[in-house]
């Protein structure tokens, strides 16, 4: 099982990033998936998650401006990212809590990609 991310850059502050992430391989279902960030010398955080039923969850610093959304029949998860801020920039990887089709159950993460948001 494979995550795919895509869609990270440069982006002046307040304008908008579309992150996408895609789950390949022996996937039977996929629990929840996320995005979570991390800037050097500090712990990644989690930044929004979504579950398989549509539930989602944000962190403080993003609601608002962030929106998580998926397509199950794609096993994708996107992050339209709105109003960035300075303080946005890192790397954004995503995760995956997934089920494979002879029962194995872990979470995958994606290689991350890259967002600079400039002052």
């Known amino acids: 099982v494979q995550l795919q991310a895509s869609g990270g850059g440069l982006v002046q502050a307040g304008g908008s990033l579309r992150l996408s992430c895609a789950a390949s391989g022996s996937i039977f279902v996929i629990n929840d998936m996320g995005w979570y960030r991390q800037v050097p010398g500090k712990q990644r955080e989690l930044v929004a998650d979504i579950t398989g039923g549509g539930s989602t969850n944000y962190a403080d610093s993003v609601k608002g401006r962030f929106t998580i959304s998926s397509d199950n029949a794609k096993n994708t998860v996107y992050l339209q990212m709105n109003s960035l801020k300075p303080e946005d920039t890192a790397v954004y990887y995503c995760?995956?809590?997934?089920?494979?089709?002879?029962?194995?159950?872990?979470?995958?993460w994606g290689q991350g990609t890259l967002v600079t948001v400039s002052s």
């Open positions: 995760n995956a809590d997934i089920v494979t089709h002879i029962g194995v159950r872990f979470r995958s």
